[in-house]
């Protein structure tokens, strides 16, 4: 009897061997594919509404084949469960920080995804750091006629041009206002960003390979640093 317990315990110390050979080989392999990885190749593009900011995003991701992320529509679709349109949800979210945390939460990891992303947001500039991030200008006539002639935005129709851009720039007043209030973040100050771009009479393409441009060049920059 006693030489069968002995067995059998020689046998469970081998089998633990086994597991424990296992378990560290494992997680050596995903030590090392998470330690060398690629860096997640990131551009953050935010700015004044109407300033093109979606359609020029939509092509960079087919010229650079990065991934998008659009969190304009995640506000949308929270304005429209709250039945409001998007500048009545932006005075909302002033007293209900819950709006701006289910929005940001959306972009606050993905640095970490290593994957290559546009994203489209009003603060992704602000939480992802190693970003290249760029803000969109236009002209405010040029920025009221473009979303007044926008078919996209179901909740954001006025009756003339004057209303879109008296919306404009209450939305702005009030965006920029809880984005300092909330985290601190000085949209209005240009210095944060690597690349601030004037989009009232440039094409999307032209606008969209001026960016690939100046990108390769901060990759670049980044490489060798």
Partial sequence: MIYIIIIF???????IKVKIFFVRNILY???????????????TITGDLGS??????????????????????IHRKIAERHGMNAFELNKYAEEH???????DSTFKTLDKAHKNYIVDSRLAWFFI????????RTNLTVAAKRIFNDNKRFNEKYKTEKDALK???????????????KYKADCGNMNNFDLVLDTSFLTPEQIADFIIEKYENFSQ???SA
């Fill in 129 to 136: 750091e190693n970003s290249f991030k760029i803000y969109l």
């Fill in 221 to 223: 920059n980044l490489s």
């Fill in 52 to 73: 093109g900011k979606s359609t020029i995003s939509n092509i960079l991701c087919k010229k650079l084949g990065f991934e998008y992320v659009y969190t304009g529509m």
């Fill in 167 to 181: 919306s404009i720039i209450q939305r702005k007043k009030s965006e920029d206002k809880r984005y300092f209030k």
């Fill in 9 to 15: 315990i020689i046998l469970c110390k081998e089998h």
């Fill in 29 to 43: 392999i995903w030590v090392f594919q998470y330690l060398f990885q690629p860096m997640s190749k990131i551009i």
């Fill in 97 to 103: 920080p819950e709006i701006d945390d289910e929005i």
